[in-house]
Nanobody
């Protein structure tokens, strides 16, 4: 089992910045890709950014150039630096970790942290 705890959400004005952090515990040696997803009210959960163990990143088009994902393998953390925030970035943000046990891959999710972009 991999457990994830997020922090760093809050209220910010348009154009502002926030940094989200996620710390993993448990079977951290089995973690593969880590990343961030978000879900706005009435909408499905969507990928924001992911980072593989090798360092490869994948960003959603709507955050390219504004958000940066970083990962510390030694500390088992993944952060999301969000700049130039827009009202449409308002959502609950979830940390995700994919981990392997035997021949199977599993997903773990954090509890979510609210990001609200409003003036």
């Amino acid at each position: 089992q991999v457990r994830l705890v997020e922090s760093g959400g809050g209220l910010v004005q348009p154009g502002g910045s926030l940094r989200l952090s996620c710390a993993a515990s448990g079977r951290t040696f089995s973690i593969s890709t880590m990343g961030w997803y978000r879900q706005a009210p009435g909408k499905p959960r969507e990928l924001v950014a992911t980072k593989s163990p090798s360092g490869s990143t994948n960003y959603a088009e709507f955050v390219k150039g504004r958000f940066t994902i970083s990962r510390d393998g030694a500390k088992n953390t993944v952060d999301l630096q969000m700049d130039s925030l827009k009202p449409e970035d308002t959502a609950t943000y979830y940390c995700n970790a994919k981990w392997v046990f035997g021949a199977n891959m599993y997903d773990s999710w954090g509890q979510g942290t609210q990001v609200t972009v409003s003036s």
